[in-house]
């Protein structure tokens, strides 16, 4: 009798041990970043004309919201490396600055026919030392020898940080990478998008019309809403804010939110993200925790920019552009 309790303290041992060990590892995994972090360079000092946004804007110790307490810049690229039509690149470029303690979020998009300086980022076999903003993200990853196609994604998001960095003075702390080609997928997986269309967009580049009105858009519709380009890519960015705050309240909806890490692993082969299971959830929390006043898009504006060395670029002006970021305290 007595062995039978000591070899059924034993067995009771061991399960203690292995439920242990496999809780420190799920909680080890929900914990591990999902991707590689990003390589980057310090923002380069870029002088601003007004000395007074020069200071960085203070902040107060504050309860931690959602499990987080800090504030993120995250780096959303949208790839179109897969599209047939040319020029390649990121269609879409933002830099979404993610204030938990204050629950603010503030959205501000980069242009993509911006002229960049591309000097040391490694882009050779031909050098490229300057180019148009979206085309960097190509550039790099055209030059990966990754054969994994998310590697070559963060490869790509890898320089396209450090291009922000250096011409921007903007540091990047998260990155979400999605490959454009997959976007109708996704949408369709969580029934379309409901949204308001201003004013009806017929392109023939994407071969269809979206008309104006209250509709849910299908995954090929947002695709093509998206990227339709008719007027100028400003316009493009308007439309595409439209869409950002339409899908933020998608995500609202119980039914979708609860499922965002679901979705993640469904298309994991066509995001590439060093965030973890956890901080989605986190950010996935963030999405009911701010109200809609609280959400800032912003961007370059057309009137800072004229006409660039090469067709369709634009030149900026860094004095109005870097001041802006600084206004919005997405820079110090």
């Known amino acids: 009798m007595k062995r039978k309790n000591t070899v059924g303290m034993v067995l009771l041992g061991l399960v203690i041990v292995a439920v242990f060990s496999m809780t420190v590892f799920a909680v080890k995994a929900y914990r591990a970043p999902l991707g590689p972090a990003l390589d980057q360079n310090t923002p380069t000092t870029i002088p601003a004309s007004n000395p007074a946004l020069s200071t960085a ?11 987080e307490t800090g504030t993120w810049n995250v780096l959303a690229l949208g790839s179109d490396a897969a599209d047939l039509n040319s020029p390649k690149g990121s269609d879409l470029t933002r830099v979404i600055r993610v204030d938990f303690p204050n629950r603010k979020v503030t959205i501000y998009a980069f242009p993509r026919d911006l002229w960049v300086d591309t000097a040391g980022l490694g882009l050779t ?15 790099a ?15 790509g998001t890898n320089v396209t940080a450090r291009m922000l960095a250096k011409n921007f003075q903007i540091s990047t702390d998260h990155y979400v990478t999605i490959d454009l080609s997959q976007v109708p997928a996704i949408v369709d997986t969580v029934g379309g998008i409901p949204i308001n269309i201003p004013v009806q967009i017929t392109d023939p580049w994407i071969g ?9 858009l299908n995954g090929a519709q947002v695709a093509a809403y998206a ?23 998608k995500a609202l909806d119980p039914s979708v939110w609860g499922n965002i890490p679901q979705l993640y692993e469904q298309f994991d082969n066509v995001i590439a993200t060093d965030l973890s299971p956890e901080q989605i959830n986190h950010l996935t929390c963030l999405l009911k925790e701010v109200p809609p006043e609280a959400i800032t898009q912003e961007g370059i504006k057309q009137e800072w920019t004229s006409a660039g060395p090469q067709s369709g670029s634009l030149l900026w002006d860094k004095s109005n552009v870097l001041n802006q970021m600084k206004s919005l305290g997405l820079i110090p």
């Open 57 to 67: 804007i203070p902040t107060l110790e504050q309860a931690g919201v959602c499990g």
């Open 141 to 155: 990853r055209s030059r990966s020898t990754n054969a994994d196609v998310n590697a070559a994604m963060v490869d």
């Open 125 to 139: 076999n031909p050098t490229i030392d300057a180019s148009q903003l979206g085309a960097v993200f190509y550039e």
């Open 227 to 249: 990227r339709a380009l008719p007027d100028s890519d400003f316009a493009r960015i308007q439309r595409n804010d439209l869409l950002i705050t339409a899908l933020r309240e």
């Open 208 to 216: 269809m019309v979206i008309p104006a009105g209250q509709q849910t």
